[in-house]
């Protein structure tokens, strides 16, 4: 009877090991729900950061403070306890920023209100050349424009208050984020080889070999991060402050700072900050100082991009230019200018980690039981607490 069916009609064979679903529909559905299930876990990972914001975040800056300052901490700690030294190291560190603080303070203060009047001129200049300029704008409308500006202030009061108390508000969880980054710091600095030891300790004994040659990779990376993005920092501080002193600009001095601490963001940070140089130029000192601050500003870049980077940044940071740029924009978009900050280093660090475990799986499989088993032998005292660590040699945070 088969045998009478046409031939496009008879049933198409199968045997018991063949899929019934094409191979490419196979293999993009077990690809798809693994997606699925990790853009669940980072999404809560995410939740879960934000909810905690508050102590994440002063944690995570106390990793980099650490990571830049324990260096320092090593040498002074061969002459003196790790504890003092860490106490000693950190003393400096705060009187310095004082200071820093402090100057820039008093250019503030003594500087503003030159500001404040060349400004004021500065916008009558911007009111005359409205009228007499091609809009010919009458100052009568001018001045309804003024007062709608005035009324929509008086309209909003009670928006500028409650964003007052915001403010006061935010002030107090600086002040319980300091707190917290300061008391993190010196336990990273003074004991982060004990803490690290009983973080390896929580996991399996087969991982502790390879998460300790991870998280010393991602260490030193972190490490060299700080201090070229330090590097680039003060550059690109001292040649807008530089270039502001020369062409006359007031609060030259505040300006380099503030472009210092905006170039702690990379690629966008010092020139964003950088703007602001340039528009206190145009109200203080007229258009034409306004366009030569903004070549200091791009002089300054071009050196940061061609020259700094290149050399300090390209180093520590082994991570694509797209990379860089992409990940600024979702940590901004996700965390504000704190995601942004923190963006590179996570990326920096978390892609040396994985290289490192990922290479393990390279090596010669006797070179790395050989390794494992020198670090994790049996006649080793196992850690038993945070005083002891997985290897003999100092931990993370001390080297």
Known sequence: ?????????????????????????????????RLVLLAIALYGLVRLVAEFADIVIPVLVSMLLAALLHPIVDRVAKHAPRALATILTMLGAFLLVAALLALVGQQAASGFGDLRKQGVEGIAQVQDWLSTGPLHLSSSRLEGYVTQAQDAVGANQSTIVSGAVGVASTATHLAEGAFI???STFF???????????????LPRGARAPMDDAGRSGWVTLSHYVRATLIVAV????????????????????????VFLGAFIPVVGALLS??????????ANGPVTALIMLGVVLLVQQIEAHVLQPFLLGRAVSVHPLAVILGIATGAAVAGIVGALFAVPLIAVTNTMVTALANRDHEDPGERVDREDAALSPDKPAPTDLGQDVHPEPGVATR
């Open 1 to 33: 009877m088969s045998s009478l069916l046409p031939q496009d009609d008879r049933p198409v064979a199968t045997t018991a090991g063949s899929p019934s679903v094409p191979p490419g529909v196979r293999l993009a559905s077990e690809w798809a729900w």
């Open 181 to 183: 980054a300061l008391f």
């Open 188 to 202: 990273f600095l003074s004991s982060g080889s004990r803490i690290w030891a009983w973080l390896l300790r929580l």
């Open 235 to 258: 550059t690109d501080g001292l040649g807008v402050g530089i270039g502001a002193a020369i062409l006359g600009v007031p609060l030259a001095i505040p300006l380099g700072v503030v």
């Open 274 to 283: 950088g703007v602001l140089a340039v528009l206190v130029a145009l109200v």
